[in-house]
């Protein structure tokens, strides 16, 4: 915990004090707040009383719990001038394949402010899964974003498991990782695809198509579900691998990990691409820090932050993980940051199955908390740190809180649209990685 | 020197056979197949105990509302299922039920059948459906060997395709959405949310069945449904989907 006397001093015009980098999240009541310290290189958990967020950022992280409101998730952005009008982009178009809308200021080619609009997709999970038992809600805290969809589980399961005083075995906490580091393969992979496509690179983008689709297809092999839904629960899909199928997994995977290495070989090698995406989208640490930004769009300004080393109960601490660090902060630097991580992952993938030596281990069923119990589970989705905050009463969940890394990157993606140009924007939102589905909730 | 075109000769071809061969196992995993009692109908009442969201009675399974969880296969069900499930009919969806022998009704778009256009609408789903869809566009699924096109806007599409469970602020851009459309126009329902709020169902503010909404032509079921699926569905709305294995 840090003291309050360390924090730094009053910012003028936000009316209130912030570490420099405050993570505060959606929680149930809004009390708590999750920092990283990043003088001290870990996570603290706080009041949020104590040190507020920035007011502008606050009011976009506000409580995803109701749902149901169409709501700007990014801080407002006035621009006036002569010819400017708003341009509703959304809520259905085939270039953001999901439900959203972005706001975008403009005289006709210029992009001289941009504000998402998200909530038209909200599921009111949060608020639904209230007075379940904990595998009924994971069954739709999984749902809440499809694609991070091992993220969601895990950091969920972890936050009940730990209000519910469970230990969990090691192994399965291999397991978890193992699902995260495919899906993390898989999500940047297409990632790279998508801002392939946008710069028309036809050959790259099919072939980086299908290596996502190959991805998918292990994961399918490996538990049984294409995007792991119930595959971390008690009594989901998943296989029993014995050694044969590891090594034959393995090699499956050493192969992928091969063709990735080419293909982001002939990326960088191609001046077209490589020019299209530098200075595009651009963060500045500054603003990183301030706004609270997560994940690959954080350690693109040069913070090398990651919750798999920072939070003490990852499984990933007794592993070798090489944490990449960009510093350009645009479209390039987090593309740059994504391969390192594609490549990170396959090495964690390796040593996870050296370490799967047996088959999965019974969950034993946690015994009820007699009361109320409250904790966080945190783990480093995709896109970066996700937080879940869930009070256990009895074996049924009493509340629940999230905040989800396309929730912190929301408002620096529209701030670094600005002053970009009509064609920037695939380019820029492809690279953050952002998921309506999670904002909405 | 690694160059594109030299890499595009190494990978060669990996396109799918679907639908003039049946869809291989690595295109459908365990979960891409709905769950049948093995034993059959007596098993139905333990897996109505043990289903989350009520898609197996004690007289049939509802392929429209399971989510593939898995949790009834220790009650003695079997992801066996055939490939083909995609229906016509949202009673089609149920199987062992004691059906009237409805004739299969006729394909709405049958004069589209050799290119039909599409136009992609999430009504709020988790994202998976949307990417299993645009997955249709990569090299081994390759939608447009078979006239199937993706369009950016629904003035210039024969069919609208709706994933997820609609939200009440969702209701308003899809009819405005299906209204744009030209006739003939077909809907097709992917993924159990749009069919019955699939995990959802009973949240209040989401509308469990899109059917209510607009009127769907085709229902696509999984969680999320398979690229193969979703092919299968969108062929059976102009009438060349592959007749479903032991139908």
């Not at chain 1, 950022?57 to 169409?70: E, L, N, P, S």
Request: charged letters at 20%; proline letters at 9%.
């Amino acid at each position: 915990m840090i003291e309050s006397s360390e924090l730094p001093a009053r910012r003028p015009g936000t009316g209130g004090t912030h570490p420099e980098l405050a993570l505060a999240y959606a929680a149930d009541d809004g009390s708590f707040a999750v920092y990283n310290d990043y003088s001290a290189g870990r996570a603290v958990f706080r009041p949020r009383s104590e040190t507020p967020p920035p007011p502008e950022v606050a009011a976009t992280w506000r409580r995803t719990r109701d749902g149901g409101q169409v709501r700007p998730v990014a801080p407002a952005d006035p621009v006036e001038g002569y010819g400017l009008f708003t341009f509703p982009y959304g809520p259905i178009s085939m270039g953001v394949p999901e439900s959203g809308r972005f706001d975008v200021r403009t005289y006709g080619e210029r992009i001289l402010a941009l504000v998402p609009v998200a909530g038209y997709k909200s599921r009111r999970i949060l608020a639904s899964v209230c007075g379940q038992t904990v595998p009924d809600a994971a069954l739709r805290i999984e749902r809440l974003a499809g694609n991070f969809s091992a993220a969601h589980a895990t950091a969920f399961l972890s936050a009940a498991e730990s209000a519910a005083g469970a230990s969990v075995p090691r192994g399965e906490l291999w397991v978890r990782a193992l699902a995260q580091e495919l899906q993390r393969v898989y999500n940047h992979v297409h990632v790279i695809a998508r801002v392939a496509e946008a710069a028309s690179q036809n050959v790259g983008t099919a072939q980086t198509q299908a290596l996502a689709e190959e991805m998918l297809r292990v994961q399918g092999s490996v538990f049984g579900h294409r995007w792991l839904f119930g595959a971390l629960l008690p009594a989901g899909p998943r296989r029993r691998l014995d050694a044969g199928d590891r090594r034959d997994l393995s090699n499956v995977l050493r192969r992928h990990a091969a063709t990735f290495d080419r293909l982001w070989e002939l990326f960088l090698g191609s001046r077209t691409f490589v020019d299209r995406i530098q200075s595009t989208g651009t963060v500045t640490p500054s603003l990183a820090k301030e706004w609270g930004a997560v994940g690959p769009t954080l350690r693109a300004c040069g913070v090398p932050w990651d919750d798999r080393l920072r939070v003490p109960t990852s499984p990933y601490t007794d592993l070798f993980l090489d944490l990449p660090q960009e510093s350009g902060g645009d479209a390039l630097a987090r593309l740059l940051v994504r391969a390192h991580e594609v490549r990170a992952s396959f090495l964690l993938i390796e040593q996870l199955l050296d370490r799967w030596t047996t088959t999965p281990e019974a969950l034993e069923a946690p015994a009820p908390p007699v009361a109320p119990s409250r904790a966080l589970g945190r783990v480093e989705s995709p896109s970066g740190d996700l937080v879940y905050d869930v009070t256990l009463s009895g074996d049924r969940v009493a509340s629940i809180g999230m905040r989800s890394a396309s929730q912190a990157n929301f408002p620096l993606f529209a701030r670094g649209l600005r002053d970009g140009v009509f064609t920037d924007f695939h380019f820029a939102w492809e690279s953050f990685g952002l998921v309506f589905s999670e904002v909405d909730g | 020197m690694p160059t594109w075109i030299g890499q595009a000769v190494r990978h060669g071809i990996v396109t799918s056979r679907y639908p003039a061969e049946p869809a291989s196992e690595a295109e459908v995993p365990p979960t891409g197949r709905p769950p049948v009692a093995v034993k059959g109908s007596k098993l139905l009442p333990a897996g109505a105990s043990l289903c989350p969201v009520g898609a197996i009675s004690d007289r049939a399974v509802d392929r429209g509302r399971c989510i593939r969880c898995a949790r009834c296969l220790p009650g003695g069900f079997e992801f066996r299922g055939p490939v083909e499930s995609a229906t016509r009919t949202r009673t089609g969806l149920v199987t062992g039920e004691p059906s009237p022998a409805a004739p299969e009704p006729t394909p709405p778009l049958a004069a589209l059948s050799r290119s039909v256009h599409v136009f992609l609408v999430d009504a709020g789903s988790c994202n998976a459906c949307n990417l299993e869809v645009l997955a249709l566009a990569n090299p081994f699924y390759d939608s447009q060997r078979l006239g199937v096109f993706f369009t950016n806007s629904p003035r210039h599409a024969d069919v609208l395709l709706v994933v997820g469970v609609p939200t009440e602020e969702m209701v308003e851009p899809l009819r405005r959405a299906y209204d744009a459309l030209p006739a003939p126009k077909a809907v097709v329902a992917v993924g159990v949310c749009a069919i019955s709020g699939g995990a959802f169902a009973g949240t209040p503010g989401l509308h469990d069945a899109l059917d209510q909404l607009v009127p769907v032509d085709v229902y696509v079921p999984g969680c999320p449904p398979a690229p193969v699926h979703v092919l299968d569905g969108l062929l059976r709305v102009v009438g060349r989907g592959r007749k479903a294995e032991g139908a």
